[in-house]
């Protein structure tokens, strides 16, 4: 076994594990529910699992590679082993269909992370987590583009609801907003790949360079269910009291290797319906430029609360109350 996988793979087993204590629930600040959004990373850990999280977008050609519809099919299994501390583990099959050439179907590097919860305050409805991924580099197939190099990514998290606002702004008081700061930083700076002239013998080197990425995104949320809970009952019928409605902003900025200022983003409106042991949510993906492309595409996820579905068992972290 590849030691890249066998370290993974520990890690995989310790998510699986359950101890035999309690411990809070899930985005939770206060009377403030933050749902688990579906571009930008939550700013809390907590027992969960996303299956399936699908996208679909056709994104635009770059240099010789042509314009290719790209649809994602992922899952991301998090467990807590501290009330503030959690491991996540994730992957993805990707489907490439490049315009005038055949599909490629295969899976992408594994993701493994880490996360601490490094402040609450519940009368502020405010959160703030730390966290650390790492693509697991070569455990993806490189007919869809896999990176054989690993790729580390530190991020700092944030929430805040204003609930804390005073009644004299009552319809704010639905509010709320999350958001990451954080970097991609790959092992490999350029990834060199030979190719010899069948006709004249000559070798030609073709070099892509791995820049460093700052990556930061910001989500909007109106919730509803906070509305018609804390503020006033204006009398929503269901399911609309239980949706939260939601803009995420996700942002990719390259810092050097030839790429610097080339940004990319997306802004991705959307509606999330959360219930007790679930939720669902739906959202557009909208280019912000024509270098991230032109063509509107569509996220959806149906994301699981381990730590209500089995409160006794897989949804308790595994150490600590």
């Not at 990373?41 to 977008?57: A, N, Q």
Request: with cysteine.
């Amino acid at each position: 076994m590849k030691p890249k996988l066998l370290v993974a793979g520990c890690l995989c087993v310790m998510t699986l594990t359950a101890g035999a204590t309690t411990a809070s629930a899930h985005g939770l600040a206060g009377k403030r529910f933050f749902p688990t959004t579906l571009a930008v990373d939550d700013p809390f850990v907590s027992d969960e699992l996303s299956l399936p999280l699908v996208s679909h977008i056709k994104e635009p050609a770059s240099g010789e590679e042509p314009a290719t519809v790209r649809t994602e099919i992922s899952g991301d299994f998090a467990k807590r082993i501290t009330p503030n501390f959690g491991l996540s583990l994730g992957g993805t099959l990707l489907h490439l269909k490049p315009d005038d050439k055949s599909s490629q179907t295969g899976f992408d590097n594994m993701e493994v992370g880490i996360k601490y919860q490094s402040f609450k305050s519940d009368l502020h409805e405010t959160l703030m987590a730390l966290a650390l991924g790492w693509e697991v580099g070569g455990t993806g197939q490189k007919k869809v583009g896999a990176d054989s190099f690993d790729t580390v990514k530190p991020a700092l998290l944030f929430g805040k609801g204003f609930g804390d606002l005073p009644d004299a702004v009552w319809f704010l008081k639905p509010f709320a907003v999350t958001g990451s700061f954080g970097a991609r930083i790959p092992t490999r700076q350029v990834t060199r790949r030979f190719t010899v002239d069948e006709d004249t013998g000559d070798v030609d080197i073709d070099k892509e360079r791995h820049p460093n990425v700052f990556e930061w995104g910001v989500v909007f949320e109106y919730s509803l269910p906070y509305l018609q809970s804390f503020v006033k009952d204006v009398g929503l019928p269901k399911p609309l009291s239980q949706m939260i409605l939601v803009v995420e902003l996700a942002y990719e900025n390259p810092l050097d290797r030839g790429k610097g200022g080339k940004t990319i983003g997306t802004v991705n409106p959307g509606v999330i319906w959360a219930g007790k042991y679930f939720q669902i949510g739906l959202e557009a993906i909208v280019p912000v430029n024509e270098r991230t492309g032109k063509n509107v595409g569509v996220r959806g996820v149906l994301h699981f609360f381990l730590d209500d579905l089995f409160p006794k068992s897989l949804g308790r972290p595994v150490f600590g109350n």
